[in-house]
């Protein structure tokens, strides 16, 4: 059992931020191979596809047929966008990239814009992490003063100029178009799509959105060739993922993997769950994506492909680990209550219908759920899912239809008890996940 680190190689210094730490690591010579090798921009983006790459913040769109999307032949400004807005629970990874190795994410940046054409591009960083939007201007600084942004890049007539723009904690603004609302100053709301950001982005014009780790891990890409970084993973799933692994294990944190990593070596290298108590759940992907019990997660490996096959996604990559002690009752009431909190309103069934979600599971919680509750819960949440301009509303329906569809039992024990399921003790003896109310 063993990482597979590639972003996360050799930051084991006391300032691997720094520009000086990044070249000797060998930063920034994919670019300069570009540079000096004269690849021309298709082979780049045929390069990204032949690497398997898929985006990182969720979604896992192959990152070169994206890019592909661009138009190269617009005559007027295009953008690049990087997604650094992580908000959604149990998803820490790509503020550590920023905090330990943002010129990754510069470099990366700087090789899309080179592959697409764009002259200007915007990090959108998550407004609660201010001080990894600091270090990521102290980044940009150093970059543009030794020739890796701005204009005529190592003596080119290429040119690209990149910002950090600071978000202010809403979760809504990491839905990509909510995200290019916000860079433009206007209220952080999802577009109706079409038109697509590749045809219609910042300011009306086409605009390529990436999420921080897909970035960071193109400098690779073009060093070592798309096939290597295929081969590091498994077939349409290339390459080596982080994951945020939170809840009741050991050793809680980023770990760098291939992807197909099997899901009991990852929690090996997290510690195993803690205290020696049993894995009870779960959830894959971030708080959005729906929980799976332990034999079936047992089963799994880390790759797109296998977590969609036994019923959840692989997100954003934030595993949270729930134990024995864990009553899902109360885990699903605080999981509502925050997609409650985090709607923008702009949908009805959404607005209306996320409220609706964390009062019914919060009586439940709370000793006042009724028989039809569980049936409610259901018809509700197929009322949402698919019904939004954004994938929020079904971000908030899976996690109750999968609560409900793999712990029915501890839902209908609270209704008919007015109590949980789990003692007492035991959860007192377990450490919690979730803060809020006790059983």
């Known amino acids: 059992m063993s990482t597979h680190e590639l972003i996360f190689a050799g930051l084991d210094g006391d300032r691997t931020w720094r520009l000086e730490d990044y070249v000797a690591r060998g930063g920034y010579s994919a670019l300069k191979k570009i540079i000096n090798e004269k690849i021309s921009p298709e082979d780049v983006i045929a390069e990204v596809k032949k690497s398997g790459l898929r985006g990182r ?8 047929l994206k890019w592909s999307f661009m138009p190269r032949a617009f005559p007027g400004a295009k953008y690049l966008a990087c997604n650094s807005d992580e908000g959604e629970p149990g998803t820490f990874k790509d503020r550590d990239i920023l905090r330990y190795n943002p010129h990754s994410v510069i470099e990366g940046m700087t090789i899309a814009a080179y592959a697409m054409g764009c002259e200007r591009g915007y990090n959108y960083i998550h407004g609660e992490i201010f001080d990894v939007y600091q270090r990521f201007e102290e980044a940009l600084a150093e970059a543009r003063a030794a020739g890796f942004l701005g204009q ?7 040119g690209f100029e990149l910002f950090a723009h600071h978000g202010y904690g809403a979760y809504i603004c990491g839905e990509e178009t909510a995200l290019l609302e916000s860079i433009e100053g206007k209220k952080g709301q999802p577009r109706f799509k079409p038109p697509f950001p590749a045809s219609y982005g910042i300011y009306g014009k ?28 498994k077939p349409n799933n290339g390459g080596t993922k982080i994951f945020s692994v939170s809840g009741h294990v050991g050793r809680p944190g980023n770990y760098e993997v291939r992807l197909g990593t099997p899901f009991s070596e990852l929690l090996a290298l997290a510690g ?39 019923g959840s996604m692989l997100g954003s990559g934030a595993v949270i680990v729930m134990d024995e ?9 605080r999981l509502s209550y925050f997609y409650f909190e985090e709607s923008c309103g702009q949908c ?8 609706w ?3 019914v599971v919060h009586r439940i919680e709370h000793g006042k759920g009724r028989p039809e509750d569980l049936d409610l819960l259901n018809s509700v949440t197929a009322n949402i899912m698919g019904r939004t301009i954004c994938a929020l509303g079904d971000a908030a329906s899976m996690p109750v239809q999968s609560f409900v569809k793999h712990f029915g039992s501890e839902f209908e024990y609270h209704i008919e008890h007015k109590q949980c399921l789990v003692p007492a003790d035991v959860q007192n003896e377990g450490s919690k996940i979730y803060v809020g109310p006790t059983c």
């Open 57 to 64: 913040g969720g979604a896992g769109f192959p990152t070169g």
């Open 152 to 158: 005529n890049i190592l003596g080119t007539d290429f």
């Open 206 to 233: 086409p605009t390529t959105i990436n999420n921080t780790e897909t970035f960071a891990s193109v400098p690779f890409i073009i060093n070592d060739g798309g096939e290597h970084f295929l081969n590091l993973g």
């Open 272 to 310: 195993g769950v803690r205290g020696g108590r049993r894995l009870k759940a779960v959830i894959p992907g971030g708080s959005s994506a729906p929980v799976l019990p332990a034999d079936i997660m047992m089963d799994c490996t880390m790759d797109y492909d296998s977590i969609s096959k036994a």
């Open 325 to 333: 002690s864990t009553c899902m009752v109360k885990a699903l009431e």
């Open 348 to 355: 009805t069934p959404c607005r209306e219908g996320t409220g």
């Open 357 to 359: 979600l964390y009062r």
